[in-house]
């Protein structure tokens, strides 16, 4: 069942989203060469304390770290690891979660540590830029689909391929809730879009083959052929004709 929030449950979403998106601005911040992944992962888990919420993936299925730190050709759901050092030239998606007030927000967003390839940049830009495309369309009215079509369009005109066996989702008192939100489909098709509705949007794209397959920590989502791989992800609310994205830092 997909749930609608009412205006009180959308400020509690406000909150838990703006403590997420100041989480992972502050994890950004410290992707740079020499940092560890865990490092980062400890920064973003403090912050979310400290601000009274509690890390949403933490021990989610098992999940053992704050935030998901996947780096190059890893596309999601990347372990934080003392062992992991970046360095100049890695790109490096970071995804997490707050849950306050009893609500969840969800957001990702793929790094550049120092100068990296141009693929590597084009890659990024296009990631982004699918997940505005696919914003502008979750409006009231619209259809899942409309989101779907316009982020798949953009990654693919751009020469890139849209991961499809995982996908977005509606956030809310569960972390993943109804419906499923993929980043590939038809306008026109899947559960109609209305006011109150709160979705995570979150292209997971390729420079290389859709394909993925999950390393043997059974977690961490690689691509097949070892190609780079981006992400970015906001949870957004639908409001009329202007969708409302939650995970904004303030
Ligand atoms: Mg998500």
Not at 161 to 171: C, K, L, M, Q, Y
Not at 231 to 247: K, M
């Amino acid at each position: 069942m997909i749930s609608v929030k009412n205006s009180r449950e959308l400020e509690l979403m406000r909150s838990a989203c703006r403590i997420a998106a100041n989480a992972l601005a502050l994890a950004g911040e410290h992707v740079k060469p020499g940092v560890t992944t865990w490092k980062i992962d400890r920064i973003a888990h403090q912050y979310i304390l400290s601000q009274g919420a509690r890390p949403s993936f933490l021990g989610h299925d098992g999940f053992p770290a704050s935030a998901c730190i996947s780096v190059n050709s890893e596309v999601i759901h990347g372990i934080p690891s003392k062992e992991r050092t970046l360095k100049q030239g890695d790109i490096v998606s970071v995804d997490l979660g707050a849950r306050f007030g009893g609500f969840h927000g969800d957001n990702a967003a793929t790094f550049a540590v120092g100068a990296v390839s141009d693929q590597a940049r084009r890659l990024m830009d296009t990631t982004r830029d699918s997940l505005f495309d696919g914003i502008k369309k979750a409006c009231a009215g619209g259809r899942i689909g409309d989101i779907s079509a316009a982020v798949g369009q953009r990654a693919e005109s751009d020469g890139f391929s849209v991961v499809r066996s995982f996908v977005g989702h509606g956030v809310g008192r569960q972390l993943h809730e109804a419906p499923e939100v993929p980043n590939f489909g038809e306008p026109g098709r899947g559960a109609r879009l209305v006011n109150g509705m709160t979705i995570a949007i979150e292209p997971m794209i390729n420079a290389g083959g859709y394909q993925v397959k999950i390393l043997p920590d059974g977690w961490t989502v690689v691509t097949e052929d070892g190609s780079l791989s981006a992400h970015f992800e906001h949870t957004v609310a639908v409001r009329g004709d202007s969708p409302e994205i939650l995970t904004t830092p303030g």
